[in-house]
């Protein structure tokens, strides 16, 4: 069973930085796509920024309201992927989650980790 741990979530005054840390207990190489959602109180949750591979190329998807002052990395080696907030804002606060999409189609989703900014 696949497991993803987040990290690094916590609560930050507006224009600070965060970054979130996603763990996989397997060979991320598996994985066609890995990426950030969040989820606000009261709201569906949504997509912040994916990395999808194909073969040897990454391409990397924001929502718009994120691009610019979000960036989503991976390390193979740590079989981590990662997402760098910076100015963050008010409204970027959610429980955010890593998901893992395997080329067979098989998601996973990590527990949350919970991302506050306020003053």
């Known amino acids: 069973q696949v497991q993803l741990v987040e990290s690094g979530g916590g609560l930050v005054q507006p224009g600070g930085s965060l970054r979130l840390s996603c763990a996989a207990s397997?060979?991320?190489?598996?994985?066609?796509?890995m990426g950030w959602y969040r989820q606000a109180p009261g709201k569906q949750r949504e997509s912040v920024a994916v990395?999808?591979?194909?073969?040897?190329?990454?391409?990397?998807t924001y929502r718009d309201s994120v691009k610019g002052r979000f960036t989503i990395s991976r390390d193979n080696a740590k079989n981590a992927v990662y997402l760098q907030m910076n100015s963050l804002k008010p409204e970027d606060t959610a429980v955010y989650y890593c998901?893992?999409?395997?080329?067979?189609?098989?998601?996973?989703w990590g527990q949350g980790t919970q991302v506050t900014v306020s003053s």
């Open positions: 998901n893992a999409v395997t080329n067979t189609g098989a998601t996973y």
């Open positions: 397997t060979n991320i190489f598996r994985f066609k796509a």
């Open positions: 990395l999808n591979s194909g073969g040897t190329t990454t391409y990397r």
